[in-house]
């Protein structure tokens, strides 16, 4: 079986979107309102030449249990399904609680995680992207999942992970 990449972190940070720049299609829904993705759907995508399952997350049941509770459940899921984590944090927030609480998650997991800044469009976003080194979690990638900017570099990292 081909190894899995999981895009995980909070709604609405531009998982699916960054799911559909890796995979070339619009195959994950994107939504302005948190909210619409399907609980995990897997992909197959391919990078410089390594083969991998791309998943994207995000369905949740925040009406019953608290937005917090339901994003750590569905990282667990998905960490423990996958062999590498792609953490996408909006770099034009930074980092909340709810991503921390993620951030301890994927520390407990062991797995290799990559770690992106999305939402960086242009060279002013690197600053907040370089904040996200006190996460711990190594080098933040500075990407734009809506425009390309970054990609590259992240998925070099992503799939050494593998
Ligand atoms: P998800 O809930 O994490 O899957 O996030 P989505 O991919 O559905 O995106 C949520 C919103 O953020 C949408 O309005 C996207 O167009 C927007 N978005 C995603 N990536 C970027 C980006 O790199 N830059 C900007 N400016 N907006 C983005
Ligand atoms: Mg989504």
């Given amino acids: ?35 619409v ?21 995000g ?7 608290g ?11 998905a960490i423990d399904m996958a062999d590498a984590i792609l953490f996408v944090v909006d770099a034009t927030v930074g980092a909340t609680a709810s991503d921390e609480k993620v951030v ?8 290799p995680v990559v770690l992106a800044a999305n939402k960086v469009d242009g060279p002013q976003g690197e600053l907040e992207a370089a904040s996200l080194w006190n996460l711990g979690l190594g080098e933040p990638y500075p990407v734009s999942a809506l425009h390309g900017r970054g990609t590259g570099d992240l998925l070099d990292a992503a799939v050494a992970a593998l």
């Fill in 1 to 35: 079986a081909l190894p899995t990449l999981a895009v995980v972190g909070r709604p609405n940070v531009g998982k699916s979107t960054l799911v559909n720049r890796i995979i070339g299609r619009r195959l994950a829904v994107v939504e302005d309102t948190p909210g």
């Fill in 37 to 57: 993705t399907r609980d995990r759907v897997s992909y197959p995508a391919e990078w410089a030449g390594t083969d991998f399952m791309l998943m994207d997350t």
């Fill in 59 to 65: 369905g949740w049941e925040a009406k019953v249990q």
């Fill in 67 to 77: 937005l917090d509770l339901s994003v750590a459940q569905q990282a667990e899921v």
């Fill in 104 to 111: 301890r998650l994927l520390r407990k997991s062991g797995k």
